[in-house]
């Protein structure tokens, strides 16, 4: 469909290679999925697309792909398996560069991220210094959240962990400055660090009871030592 002009495509589940240039110049594609059957993208397949709207295997998230001036306002993240999100998905630690991917600089504010319900951890420094990202849904079934995991994700503004979720790595929301809205589970056994420079944080939802809270806060996180002020607390527990 290079050159085009279709607004959204769904490309079939027969399909194992995109090739290069495949969708170069379509100005008016919104709107893409690609299915997880696709295992390989050439070189500049989405040249000059502004793609809003994406849906990827986690397969291929930490592959360099290039989205041309793509400003991606929702991306889901599929999987019909159950998958980790490895560790270093989509940031390169050695050389301080996110690589080709979804969320690299193509100028993505407001962005929402979907994780299918299949995916069972998040890695570490999957998503470190999406600025852009502003909300993002965590599904019941993911166990494990990485260290730095969401580290510099500044336009983050609320999380909710679910009670799937057993630890919550070192520093894994690290100087997330816009959050100001937390929901986690007493069960979730957190780092003293993990919500280090969480400044702006003003509500806890906490699936607990008070006094499961104050052992919480004493044996677990210590949130306060991270975190100026909770103008609220709320107990969610039975």
């Known amino acids: 469909p290079a050159a085009s002009d279709i607004k959204s495509y769904i490309i079939p589940d027969s399909v194992t290679s995109i090739e290069k240039y495949a969708f170069n110049e379509c100005t008016n594609l919104e709107s893409l999925t690609i299915p997880e059957s696709v295992t390989s993208i050439g070189e500049y397949a989405f040249n000059r697309c502004t793609l809003k709207k994406l849906s990827i295997p986690v397969t ?37 560069y996110y690589g080709n991917t979804p969320w690299k600089k193509h100028g993505s504010k407001n962005l929402k991220v979907i994780i299918s319900e299949n995916i069972t951890s998040i890695g570490n420094y999957a998503f470190r210094y999406c600025k852009g990202l502003k909300s993002i849904t965590i599904p019941y079934g993911v166990t494990k959240i990485g260290g730095n995991a969401f580290e510099g994700c500044t336009g ?69 030592d991270y975190v100026d002020y909770f103008k609220t607390i709320f107990y969610d527990g039975p």
């Open 60 to 96: 291929l998230i930490d592959k360099a792909i290039y989205f041309g001036n793509s400003a991606f306002e929702e991306i889901t993240i599929t999987s019909s398996v159950k998958r980790s999100m490895g560790g270093f998905a989509i940031y390169d630690y050695y050389s301080n």
């Open 156 to 224: 983050l503004e609320s999380i909710t962990i679910p009670g799937s979720v057993t630890s919550v790595g070192n520093e894994a929301f690290y100087n997330c400055t816009g959050l100001t809205t937390i929901k986690i589970n007493y069960t979730t056994s957190v780092k003293t660090d993990s919500f280090k420079g969480c400044t702006g944080v003003e509500t806890v939802h906490f699936g607990g009871i008070n006094q499961e809270w104050s052992m919480y806060y004493k044996h677990q996180i210590a949130l306060n």
